[in-house]
């Protein structure tokens, strides 16, 4: 364990606190777990206030330019109100829900690229200090699984996965900013589209997946981009053929016009990451069983790539150890 030395509003030598979150990734929409740790310090202090911010590193687009910066997305209260002795130690367990919306960080424990974390605050004696960040780990809903599956499926690679700040217009989204997964365009579809974006929105029904594709122009025709999205029931992943459903809407996305408007109504960006092809499939054969099996392979592998995990490395190093704070102690 690592405790952190809280602001000394004491004079002698203020309290300590960790953060330790459960193991393993979580769902969104589930439930968050772990524990705050205490340690008194030189005397006893008033503990006015425990809290913990769900924080995400995020990009936005804007007339100067892009930026990135930390948005924090949810908080609860966990503890306080209680004296906290000197030396003494407590431990504080907590189970909070996450936002539906909350972003996919991992595939089958291999990183996608969007940072989250844990900050834990806490307010002794007046003063208030908040805490390194916890890295914080989020892996697919059935829905998000199966749908990244089919695609990788189908053949599409991995190129990158950022958070975007701001709104897709005709949804039902809630977080001031969504996820953009970005993906290569499969062999079958070269004609068609450069890229395809995809987010995911979550509710506590379904989840809405949002589809654009970057058409590629002809020689009398500029390129432009296509919108659309789809709604599905939780209780729909395990009963779809997702190569035949994913198929289809990839399809109509990319032989219709968008009816949402173009991406420049809500901001993108991103650092585009090299991917890979993801293994061919009939979309019309397998069933679901075998989806799973071959988008493993696919999608999967291209977010396996040697780039990829290097560049989530150093984002994860440079947003964590970027918080202000005092040094540790063991």
């Known amino acids: 364990m690592v405790f952190k030395r809280l602001l000394d509003a004491t004079g002698v030598g203020g309290p300590s606190v960790d953060t330790v979150l459960d193991d393993g990734p979580v769902l969104p929409g589930g439930a968050l777990t772990g524990r705050v ?25 804007h007339a100067e330019g892009g930026s990135e910066g930390a948005v924090a997305f949810e908080r609860f209260t966990v503890g306080g109100g209680f004296r906290l002795g000197g030396q003494e130690e407590r431990e504080l367990a907590f189970s909070v829900p996450l936002p539906w919306e909350t972003p996919v960080t991992e595939l089958h424990g291999r990183p996608l690229g969007s940072v989250l974390g844990v900050r834990t605050e806490v307010a002794v004696a007046g003063s208030r200090d908040k805490g390194y960040l916890d890295p914080l780990s989020v892996r697919p809903l059935p829905v998000q699984e199966a749908v990244l599956e ?12 950022a958070l975007e700040y701001g709104r ?32 995911f929105l979550a509710s506590p029904t379904g989840v809405e997946v ?37 198929d289809t809407w990839i399809r109509q996305v990319t032989e219709h016009r968008d009816a949402y408007g173009s991406h420049a109504a809500y901001g993108h960006g991103g650092r585009p990451l090299p991917g890979r092809y993801g293994t061919g499939a009939d979309p019309s054969g397998p069933g679901p069983g075998t989806a799973v099996a071959t988008g493993t392979a696919g999608l999967a592998a291209g977010v396996a790539g040697g780039v990829v995990a290097a560049e989530v490395v150093d984002a994860i190093g440079g947003f964590f150890e970027g918080e202000e704070g005092e040094g540790d102690e063991g």
């Open 150 to 161: 089919a695609l990788g499926g189908l053949g599409f690679g991995f190129r990158s996965a």
């Open 37 to 61: 740790l205490l340690r008194g310090g030189g005397e006893a202090v008033e503990v006015e206030h425990i809290g913990l911010e769900l924080i995400a590193r995020v990009e936005a687009e």
């Open 210 to 246: 949002v589809l654009e594709a970057d058409k590629r122009g002809g020689p009398y025709a500029p390129g432009h981009d296509a919108l659309t999205r789809f709604v599905v029931p939780h209780e729909d992943a395990p009963a779809r053929n997702w190569p035949t459903e994913v």
């Open 168 to 199: 897709i217009g005709g949804t039902g989204q809630r977080l001031p900013f969504h996820q953009q997964i970005e993906l290569t365009p499969a062999p079958r579809y070269p004609h068609a589209v450069s890229e395809i974006e995809l987010t």
